[in-house]
């Protein structure tokens, strides 16, 4: 079955700096797609960036961009110049690209963006 | 656009009594999802509806709970009886599936359910 991990609960930064937020992944699928959601404290899910795996450019959205890396099946999501209404949980999610439509979630990352 | 349409946004029950939760996705999109938040267990997938017919209903945690989706526009998630163990937020999403499986699933605000 895919699992998705992130290892860390929790993170701080501080306003205007960069954080990298972890997800590894574990499927035996060669095709499937990447998510990354945020959850502010309103608990909207928002999506932030997506990844096709069959694409080896590493995607970008404004401030987010991801690392994908396939071989170690790690999906990391670097924000950068950070900003207070980042702060909010951050969900990685995986889905294969055919079949079912289920999206798998990692438990989260709740990052604080400091003043 | 409006986007996924829940309601109630909060709901508080006492056990046994019946609860239903209604979403409205999306204009045009084909799959609706439905998704249950905890603290013990995440997010996790209740089932999902591809136009209008259950695919995956694997989530389900026991006859309790059920869905139905009677037309492309309207989907709803009832528990019966509900159980203080039922507390959590249930959220709906929706997709448009289209071949090669591009999809993107948008939430909904969430049904925040507290069962006393």
């Known amino acids: 079955a895919q699992t998705v991990t992130q290892s860390q609960p929790e993170m701080s930064v501080q306003e205007a700096e960069t954080v990298t937020l972890s997800c590894t992944y574990d499927?035996?699928?060669?095709?499937?797609?990447l998510f990354w959601y945020k959850q502010p404290p309103s608990r909207q899910m928002i999506l932030v960036i997506r990844?096709?795996?069959?694409?080896?450019q590493n995607a970008t959205e404004n401030r987010f961009s991801v690392n994908f890396q396939k071989a170690a099946k790690s999906f990391s999501l670097k924000i950068s110049d950070s900003q207070l209404g980042d702060t909010a949980m951050y969900f990685c999610?995986?889905?294969?690209?055919?079949?079912?439509?289920?999206?798998?979630f990692g438990k989260g990352t709740k990052l604080t963006v400091n003043p | 656009d409006a986007g996924v349409i829940q309601s109630p946004r909060h709901e508080v029950t006492e056990m046994g009594q019946e609860v239903t939760l209604r979403c409205k996705p999306i204009?045009?999109?084909?799959?609706l999802f439905w998704y249950r938040q905890t603290m013990m267990r995440g997010l996790e997938l209740l089932i999902y509806?591809?136009?209008?017919?259950?695919?995956?209903d694997s989530g389900m945690p026991e006859d309790r709970f059920s869905a139905k989706m009677p037309n492309a526009s309207f989907s709803t998630l009832k528990i019966q009886p509900s159980e203080p163990r039922d507390s959590a937020v249930y959220f709906c999403a929706s997709s448009f599936r289209a071949s090669g499986g591009q999809e993107t699933q948008y939430f909904g605000p969430g049904t925040r359910l507290l069962v006393l």
């Open positions: 499927t035996s699928e060669n095709n499937y797609y």
């Open positions: 204009s045009g999109h084909n799959s």
């Open positions: 990844q096709e795996a069959y694409k080896q």
């Open positions: 509806f591809n136009n209008n017919v259950p695919i995956d």
């Open positions: 999610a995986y889905r294969p690209q055919g079949g079912s439509e289920k999206l798998v």
